[in-house]
């Protein structure tokens, strides 16, 4: 019932930054809770970050904090993954996931997911 779709990877060196997007369809945006997750190739998907339908509360992976920001402009239906000081080892593919109502590190807690969007980090 929600598409999502991921728009903004691409290639970078090492110490770049990028912010991809996730645009959502329908109303009720403003309640899904958003996560972004990344799946590098052989490796299992794990969590990045994740907010909550009002913006307020957020949750980060050890690896990306203070490096990472996620955001969402709920008028535009869409949420944000601002990368910085990017490093080889953020090489993935990385999705962005909705819940109708909460927000979540655990992928299964999501019920809708993206088409994905390759990031890639030069040394």
Known sequence: QVQLVE??????QAGGS??????ASGRGFSSYGMGWFRQAAGKEREFVAAISGSGVSTSYADSV?????ISR???????????N????????????????LLYYTE???YDYWGQ????TVSS
């Open 65 to 69: 904090k203070g490096r990472f920001t």
């Open 73 to 83: 402009d709920n008028a535009k239906n869409t949420v944000y993954l601002q990368m």
């Open 107 to 109: 992928a299964d807690k």
């Open 116 to 119: 994905g969007t390759q990031v």
């Open 18 to 23: 990028l912010r991809l997007s996730c645009a």
């Open 85 to 100: 000081i990017l490093k080889p080892e953020d090489t993935a593919v990385y999705y962005c996931a909705a819940n109708r």
């Open 7 to 12: 728009s903004g990877g691409g290639l970078v």
